[in-house]
């Protein structure tokens, strides 16, 4: 079973920084794309940042410059450098991926959450 783990939330105060991580775990035979969503409670979840296996990112406009996604391939790691952050930023953030098993079979998993909470 393949299993996604956030970690790197918690509370902030506007204007700082955060980074989350995302580290899967399982049988794994290649890992596609990789995504970070965030969602607010009563809003549909929102994509935030995502990166292929390829290495090509893709970010939601209004966050990009504030938000830097990266990936470790080897570890099937994914990370969301946040900065200056602002209270709009306050939401649970997932992991997503899609992966394929060692059969071949390609799936799709989403982690448990990580709760960010920007204050004043």
């Known amino acids: 079973q393949v299993r996604l783990v956030e970690s790197g939330g918690g509370s902030v105060e506007v204007g700082g920084s955060l980074r989350l991580s995302c580290a899967a775990s399982?049988?794994?035979?290649?890992?596609?794309?990789m995504t970070w969503y965030r969602q607010v409670p009563g809003k549909e979840r929102k994509l935030v940042a995502g990166?292929?296996?390829?290495?090509?990112?893709v970010y939601d406009a209004s966050l990009k410059g504030r938000f830097t996604i990266s990936r470790d391939n080897d570890k099937d790691i994914l990370d969301l450098q946040m900065s200056s952050l602002t209270f709009d930023d306050t939401a649970v953030y997932y992991c997503?991926?899609?992966?394929?098993?060692?059969?071949?079979?390609?799936?799709?998993?989403w982690g448990q959450g990580t709760q960010v909470t920007v204050s004043s």
């Open positions: 997503n991926a899609d992966f394929a098993d060692d059969l071949r079979d390609v799936h799709n998993v």
């Open positions: 990166v292929t296996g390829g290495g090509t990112t």
């Open positions: 399982g049988s794994i035979f290649r890992m596609n794309d």
